[in-house]
Each structure stands twice: as C-alpha cells, then as structure tokens.
C-alpha cells in the first residue's frame, strides 16, 4: 500500500539504496564465512569508488549532455589534496576517523574548486571541443601534480616543479609530495572499516545525484541538454547550471579519489592511476550502465571492477576465454563501447526498436480487449 | 674563451657558443646539439636555437599532416574522428612488418601502409561511423573513442606491449653546415654521406649544424601534400563536392553530390595521410608501441583547432607551430610540462580565438 502512494521518482532511489545495503549486507557476510577469495575482498573500496566516480560522471554525460573526459583528472586533485592534508595533519590529529573524515571533505572541496574554475571558461565551448578541452585539462593536472615537489619545513611550504633538492628543505625533513614518486604512506583508517566507509560515501553519493536530478535543478539542466535554445529562451541560465552540474561531478570525483589516495600505500599520479585511460574506463561504466541512468552506472562500475576476479570464479568457461577476457578487457570495453552506441543511437536501431515495442503494446492491447 | 668559435655576426650576438658534440655516424639521435635543461640565457645560443626550430618544424610538418586529416573529416563528415591518431600507429606498424618480417625495401613498406591504412580508414567510417549518421554528436564521439581504444587493443593483442625499433623509410643522410664566421652567413661547406668528412685544417674548429635526411623530406612531404590538397579540393570535381558536403549536406545531395561516397572518400584521404604521418613519426622517432600514435593524435587535433578547424593551410600552420612550441618547452622549459604546455595552448586558443587562426566564425542556427 505505501508502494502506491509513493512517487515513481523516489522509489525508482529507494530501490537502488536497497541495492547497495544488501550488497554490502552480502558481501559483508560472504567475508565473514571467508567465501570471498583475497583478490574480491582488495576490490571491495575501488568498487565503491568507481560506483561513485560513474554516478558522478553520470551527471555530466547524461544529464547535462555534455562529454568529459577529464573525470580522472578531478579525481586526482581529490586525491593528492586529501593524502596532502592526512600526512601533516598526522600528529595533530590524533583521531584517525576524525582526519579520515576532514580528508575526505578537503579532497572534494578542493576537485569541486577546481572543477568550478575550469568550468566556467570551459562550458562556454561544445560537444567536440569540450570534450578535448576536457581531456587536456586532465593531462595537465596531472603531469603537474607528476613534476610536483611539496614539502613542509619550519621555515614553511616549499614548492618546486624541478627537483627535490631545488625545494631547499631543512636538512632531515624529506618532501611530502615527491614529484613522480608521489605520496608514500598515507595514514588511513583501519583496513576492516574502509569498505563500510566508502559505502556509506556511495549512498551519499546517490542520494545527492537522486535529489540532484528531480529538482527543478535537475528539470533545468536535462531541458538545457534536450534544447539549449528552447530552454535559454525560456529564461535558464544556462551557463549557471552547466558549471553547477560540471562542479557537482567533480566534488565526487575528488571525493572517490580521497577514498582511492587512503585506501594504496603509495599515491603516485601515473597515467595508469589518473590519466586518460582512467577517464575513458569511467566513460565505458556510464554507457554501459546507460546514459542518465544512476542505478545503470553503479552497477555498470561495480561489474565491470569484478569482472576479472568473476571470471577466475567462473570455471566451468574454458581457460583459454577466461585468460583472453581477463588479458583484454580494455578490447572488449572498447568493442562493448561501438556496438552500445550503434544499437542505440543508430537511426536504423531506433527505428526498429521503436517498432517492436509498438508490436508488443499492439499485442497487449488485444489482449486486454 | 667561447668567442675564438663564435667569430660569425648572428653568434656573436649571444656571445656564447658550446662547441660540442659534433661527431655523428649517421645515427638516428636527430641532432647533436646537447643542452642542459632549464632555462638559462646565457647558454641560449643561436646554432642551439635553430636545431630546435628546425626539429620543431620538422615534428610540426608530421602534426600538420596528422591535422590535415583530422581537419577534412572533421569539416565534412562533422565529427571528431578520435580513432585517427591509432590509424598513425597502425600505418607504423604495417611499415613495420612489411620491412622486418617480410624484408621488403622501404618504398614497399611506405605503399604497403597507405593503402592499409586506407582501406582501414574506409571499413571504419563504413563499419562504425556511418550507421550513426544523423544520431547525436554524443554517440558518434563516444564510439570514436571506443574505436580509438579498440585500434590499440588489437595492436597490443597482435604486436604485444614491448617497442619495436622502426629503422627509418628516409635512405637520404643527413646533411652538415659547416661555420666558421666568415663569408655569406658564414657556412663554410656543407657535408653529405655517412662518414665523417674529411675536414680542411681551416675547418677543423668550425661549428656544424647537422640536419637529419628524415627531418627534410619530412617538410618537404607535408608542404607537397598540402599544395597537392588545395588544389585537389579546389579544382577536382571530388574535391568540390567535398567543399559543398561541408557546407551544406542537404543541399549538397539535392544537387546531385553523393554524400555517402564523398565522406568514404575524405575518410581514405584522411587515412593515407594519417599512414603518411605514421611513417615518418617512426622514421624520426623510432620506438614503435600501441600507444605511438595517441598522443600525436591528440595534439594534431590541438594543431587543427590552433590553424582553425576545417581550414587546410590553417591545419598546416597550426601543426608547425605546435611541433615548434613543443621542442621550444621540451628545450628551454621542462620536458615533463612540455605536453602541458601544449594543452595549455589549445586553452587559450579556444578562450581567446575558438575558430583559430586561419578559421571562419560559423553561427549557429536554429
């Protein structure tokens, strides 16, 4: 009966909240029976962590119909800043979930800063130039973090983009952020309660971008992406929205790369980590979990992270497929990638499918006569 | 001390001059010059700066032909063809094989990539671009990239991720300026082959400035390939129903032009030329891997946009000066920011000038 009465807005989130409880409830007891192997349970926070960064990236892409791919770049930011603070804050804050928390708050503050100071001039371009303006601001990000040398002596910070000796540093204190070497142990919380954590950050994550996209915040913006002129002509800003969706997607991408930066002993912002490859791998979650859909993302993001220890599970598949899969995954995203988007952008596609489904409403109809 | 070398007028000026490294063996190190990185005046001196200038236009001359490509495709089949840059790996690789495992001269390897390349460039557009005719910019982008990613996966799975050495298609060798300060400019002789010349005593202590065979034809074959552009689009029946399918693909049809065929075929151009570029990258840059030609891809579309996108000489322009302020950063600057310099410049270029600076303003309608 309460079914009934709810909004289809709020149960279509409620639904997916309930996913992630009982996956974690899952998962949680897997652990527990030691039914999960070591490999599954290493993945636990990083399936969080995607989840958040496709729901974020979401946003951007099927929201505000707009493509980034600088979404590792935010990431980034979030990363470094947070492990930034978590290291010279160790002594002073001896509570460890205390300076967990103020980590993660500085890691989103700072990628929403710089999302927001990018998107203002960025958004005034479109489709193809954004995405490469997009994409070149992530590479720059991140080839400048990659040259950076930061250290704290009493004399205060130092800051150097040659080498660790042109920073000067009181003779026994070594660099914090160590140019290509990165960030070296970063106190964190305990192992056991990261995944608990990062779940919780998962449905804080759902429930803005749910609030988010049935605002009239939300209407706004996803009428900008179906007709910006229509929409301009109506009277939205429709700068203001862009910049404000843009800068949303990018707290949680510094938000996931705070939780990434205390979950790895050693922070190192490499291509592999950061680069375009990461933004892309985010890009084929969106669309794999359908573009616009929340609840598609995340579990687009969660499968996609287990697919290589799924298939080591997988036995009854012959040895040769399950080593090709789990050794070509990036050419089967990418194939996966063309045939989603022919079969569902194709003008041919289109015109099937929605012939089909008029078939089908035929077919019912009579039956219901 | 340094001023006994640097008798001649432009040299004179920086004062400065290091006399250093000059024995090169035909090697395929580009140039002999050596600087110490960071930006120091005093060490700038003139032969240093124009070994860079000419390196920057000769790895220039190879984004203009990459940019040429990405400018056609973008002006008339309207979309950003992200799968270009691994069409250069894969023209890389073809010249690759053709030469080592097969052992066929150099001149087979280079025809053996180009029409690969074409025939790749075609089955592409046919396979994955033209089904999407007409959906939303979004979806053509997204299954570029996919195709992008796809090219290098399969490279990866065939060639495996180890480099492979390319020997360069170029056989000319290169060739040495000699100064000694005195006479026109002061080049005293020049030297080509591969030994190392004979020098008269009066010689012995000149400055040589050494150009590699690949960094000529390099320029040369993207200046001819330009030229050979222009006038194919401007006087060949194709080339002009080039120009009308990108102004105007509607009209265009109704007056007869098949559009389908004229986008395959700024597709195969596109491709050969993007072979073209694959070829001469590993002839200066010899380390072949699945990931060669992304970057150069990327940087090409930065090039199109700087010369304004779907403007010809602008793709041209654009590409030398990018290759120029990339050798320029790399040298004086920081080679690690150098690609973070070259991004920036797309920035300010799209903020300052988004059409670029060959490129005309297109108003959008309604």
């Known amino acids: ?369 | 001390m340094s001023l006994l070398f640097s008798s001649h007028p432009l040299l004179k000026i920086f004062g400065r001059f290091k006399n250093k490294g000059q024995k090169q063996n035909g090697d395929l190190s580009l140039f002999c010059a050596q600087v110490s990185p960071g930006f120091d005046l005093q060490g700038v001196c003139i032969l240093e700066f124009i070994t860079y200038l000419i390196r920057g236009i000769s790895l220039g001359s190879v984004y203009a032909i990459i940019a040429l490509g990405y400018t056609m495709v973008y002006g008339i089949a309207k979309m950003l063809n992200f799968a270009h840059g691994d069409i250069i790996m894969i023209g890389g690789y073809v010249a690759f094989t053709v030469m080592t495992t097969l052992a066929l001269p150099s001149y087979l390897a280079v025809i053996a990539a180009i029409l690969f390349c074409t025939l790749l460039g075609v089955a592409i557009e046919r396979i994955a671009y033209k089904p999407l005719r007409g959906a939303t910019p979004l979806a053509v982008l997204i299954t570029a990239i996919g195709m992008s990613y796809f090219l290098q996966n399969i490279a990866l799975l065939i060639f495996g991720s180890d480099p492979k050495m390319f020997t360069s298609v170029v056989p000319l060798e290169s060739v040495r300026f000699y100064y000694d300060g005195s006479g026109l400019l002061g080049v005293k002789a020049f030297w080509t082959g591969a030994a190392d010349p004979v020098l008269p005593d009066k010689l012995q202590n000149a400055d040589v400035l050494t150009i590699s065979g690949v960094m000529i034809v390099t320029i040369l074959v993207s200046v001819a390939i330009m030229i050979a552009l222009m006038v194919f689009i401007k006087k060949s029946k194709t080339g002009r129903a080039m120009l009308a399918v990108s102004e105007d693909k509607g009209a265009a049809q109704l007056m007869g032009v098949n559009v389908n065929k004229t986008i395959a075929i700024t597709f195969a151009i596109g491709s050969a030329l993007a072979a073209v570029a694959g070829v001469l990258l590993c002839s200066a840059y010899p380390t072949l891997t699945p990931y060669t030609g992304s970057m150069p891809g990327i940087k090409a579309f930065v090039a199109a946009v700087f010369g304004g996108i779907g403007s010809i000489p602008g793709a041209m322009v654009g590409g030398i000066l990018l290759g120029i302020i990339e050798i320029f950063s790399t040298a004086y600057i920081s080679s690690q920011l150098a690609d973070a310099i070259v991004f920036s410049v797309l920035i300010i270029v799209l903020l300052v000038k988004p059409t670029g600076i060959l490129g005309k303003k297109i108003s959008e309608k309604v």
């Open chain 1, 1 to 369: 009966m309460l079914k009934l009465n709810m909004k289809k807005t709020t149960r279509q989130s409620l639904v997916t909240y309930a996913i992630v409880i009982i996956a974690f409830v899952v998962f949680q007891l897997l652990s527990s029976f030691g039914a999960l192997s070591n490999l599954i349970e290493g993945q636990l926070v990083n399936l969080c962590l995607y989840a958040i960064l496709a729901v974020s990236l979401n946003l951007v892409v099927g929201i505000s119909g707009e493509l980034s791919l600088g979404h590792a770049g935010f990431m980034c930011i979030g990363a470094f800043t947070s492990a930034f603070f978590s290291k010279i804050c160790t002594d002073t804050i001896g509570n460890d979930f205390l300076r967990f928390l103020i980590a993660m708050v500085i890691g989103t503050f700072f990628a929403a800063l710089v999302g927001f100071l990018i998107a203002i001039p960025v958004l005034r371009l479109r489709g193809d130039y954004l995405a490469i303006v997009t994409l070149a601001f992530g590479q720059i990000i991140m080839t400048l973090i990659n040259s950076m040398y930061v250290g704290i002596d009493k004399n205060g910070l130092h800051i150097s983009f040659s080498s660790e000796s042109a920073l000067h540093l009181e003779p026994g204190t070594s660099p914090i952020i160590n140019g290509s070497q990165g960030i070296t142990g970063t106190p964190s919380i305990d192992s056991d309660y990261r995944f608990f954590v990062s779940i919780l950050f998962l449905l804080l994550t759902l429930a803005v971008s749910y609030h988010f996209i049935n605002s009239r915040t939300g209407r706004a913006v996803m009428s900008i992406r179906d007709n910006r002129i229509a929409a301009e002509s109506v009277g939205l800003n429709v700068t203001k929205y862009k910049i404000l969706t843009f800068t949303i997607a990018s707290a949680f991408a510094g938000l996931a790369g705070a939780i990434f930066s205390h979950n790895i002993p050693t922070l190192v912002a490499t291509t592999k980590n950061f680069g375009y490859d990461k933004s892309i791998m985010i890009l084929v979650f969106v669309v794999l979990g359908g573009i616009g859909s929340v609840r598609g993302s995340m579990i687009a993001a969660a499968l996609l992270t287990l697919l290589p220890e799924l298939l080591r599970s997988l036995t009854f598949l012959p040895d040769g497929i399950r080593t090709f899969v789990s050794e070509n995954r990036m050419l089967i995203y990418a194939v996966i990638l063309i045939v989603v988007m022919i079969f569902s952008n194709s003008p041919r596609f289109v015109e099937i499918r929605a012939r089909l489904k008029a078939f089908f409403r035929r077919g019912t109809k009579k039956e219901a006569v």
